[in-house]
């Protein structure tokens, strides 16, 4: 791999990465926003966005360390 490939692949990682903090922070906000949950409610709904951000950030980690 060139090192033109190399930056270019971290570059797309980083895009990715930013993509998914940024939808994660929209949904935490939007479901914190929401009144009619509670805090435990809160909490339970936003648990599977928190796994599925765990994994995809350890897949973008796997591709990292190419």
Excluded: W
């Excluded at 648990?47 to 897949?59: D, G, M, R």
């Amino acid at each position: 791999m060139s090192l033109d490939d190399m930056e270019a692949e971290i570059a797309d990682i980083r895009g990715n990465a930013a993509d998914l903090a940024d939808d994660y922070a929209r949904t935490q906000s939007e479901i914190s926003a929401d009144p009619h949950l509670t805090d435990a409610g809160k909490a339970e709904a936003l648990a599977p966005f928190h796994e599925q951000l765990t994994t995809s950030v350890a897949a973008l980690r796997q591709r990292f360390a190419f």
